[in-house]
């Protein structure tokens, strides 16, 4: 049950985080994004979210290194990503608290 | 920044499947992203789950396009070349609806007095619906034609213009063999017999001189869409845009909606057939493959004109 968890992962917040390091291009999004988050993302997954992304205005591509263009997060990408951990930060401190009242120590 | 990885071996074939599944996708997403996943795939091979990917993917970037990709005038033009095709299926079943009982009086005596007011309704919804949309298609594509036409002309473009003349040409040249074709049969020894003049339970009877209705109805089948293709083709290749366009979209959606009902009232009309009509009519299959074909056919041109005239909508105010 914990496991299908990582199926709610949201992989725009996913790509977001990633980019919030450095620019990158989709392949080492996806390494990233394994490494660090455990979540791997297929490349029909990652370049929708990287259209979807793009069309807001969130991330912009720069020029591209062969044809493996990087993106990096854009001001409002990183205005919605910080909104967005914020309020994921408050769900969290609110599981946490009332996993501790509920059972004790065990569950925090 | 990330430098470049180091190529990973995938199984080719999931990788050549992968990289042709990114045909699937539209048009301007191709030409923004497609150099980008193919070196994706270079580097990190590809698998089903990448495939699956792609392909769920491609649909969903057909249905909703992103902002930034999204052409409304090639969506339009995209959409009214569907449409072409897919009303021309529609008014072929129409067609052949109405010559395989409206135009059968021997079949109708006793049928559409007064105890079969439904059939009776629902030839006249038929015979509206279906010149509603003849008129919505004429409204809206005769000008983007004549717009075309006039494109191709001044440009010098040969090709086109054969392409805009194909709706004209190609149904002369079906209807001329068609009538030649069969006043030499006349000559023959038997004469043709029209669809349900046979009192036999099959009508598959390419009439007794092996010249009958099947190869003439799938033969003008397949010139309407010899037709409708060309307009298609020719608005592809000259790419018009501005007010002719949405207009023809907005009229195309009309055509195809009119269709719709024309199709629905032929659909009770037939069951009506099926159960106060002569024996001929009593045949399930013929209804069952007509029925199949046209919802297809609505299925089509409803999702293309709905697409279209979603393109066609004003942009909202910032």
């Known amino acids: ?108 | 920044m990330s430098a470049p990885p180091t190529p990973r071996p995938g199984a080719p074939w999931a990788g050549a499947v992968a990289c042709a599944s990114l045909r699937l996708y539209p048009a301007a997403w191709r030409a923004r992203y497609q150099d980008e996943v193919r070196a994706l795939l270079e580097d990190s091979g590809a698998d089903l789950r990448t495939i699956a990917s792609l392909a769920g993917q491609a649909i969903r970037a057909r249905i909703w396009p992103s902002r930034h990709l999204y052409d409304p005038p090639a969506r339009m033009r995209a959409s009214l070349a569907t449409v072409a095709v897919a009303w021309t299926v529609l008014a072929g079943l129409a067609a052949v609806f109405a010559s395989f009982t409206q135009t059968q009086p021997a079949l109708q005596q006793n049928l559409t007095g007064p105890r079969h007011l439904v059939i009776q309704w629902s030839f006249w919804v038929f015979d509206g619906a279906v010149g509603a949309s003849l008129l919505a298609v004429a409204a809206g594509g005769l000008p983007l034609w004549l717009l075309m036409l006039r494109r191709a002309r001044r440009q010098h473009r040969p090709r086109e213009i054969a392409w805009l003349l194909a709706p004209a040409v190609v149904p002369a040249v079906y209807l001329g063999a068609a009538s030649v074709t069969l006043s030499l049969a006349r000559h023959g020894t038997a004469p043709i017999q029209p669809p349900f003049a046979h009192a036999t339970p099959s009508f598959i009877d390419l009439g007794n001189d092996n010249v009958g209705p099947w190869w003439l109805m799938v033969a003008g089948f397949a010139a309407g869409l010899m037709a409708a293709a060309g307009p298609g083709l020719a608005l592809h290749r000259l790419r018009p845009g501005g007010p002719g366009v949405t207009r023809a979209a907005r009229a195309a959606g009309l055509a195809v909606a009119a269709m719709g009902l024309a199709g629905a009232a032929s659909i009770v009309a037939a069951a009506g057939l099926h159960a106060w009509g002569a024996a001929p009519y009593r045949q399930g299959w013929p209804f069952a493959a007509c029925l199949l074909l046209f919802l297809a056919a609505i299925a089509v041109a409803g999702a293309s004109a709905a697409r279209g005239i979603r393109a066609a909508r004003p942009p909202a105010a910032a």
């Open chain 1, 1 to 108: 049950m914990t496991d299908r968890l990582d199926r709610w992962a949201d992989p725009p917040l996913l790509v977001l985080a990633s980019l919030a390091g450095e620019p990158k291009h989709g392949y080492a999004i996806i390494q990233d994004v394994a490494q660090t988050m455990g979540v791997r993302l297929s490349a029909g997954t990652l370049y929708a979210v990287i259209s979807r992304l793009e069309s807001r205005g969130l991330i912009e591509p720069l020029e591209s290194e062969d044809r493996r263009r990087p993106y990096r997060i854009t001001a409002a990408g990183a205005q919605a990503l910080s909104e967005q951990s914020q309020r994921m930060q408050q769900v969290a401190g609110l599981a946490r608290t009332r996993l501790k009242t509920q059972f004790g120590g065990a569950g925090a």
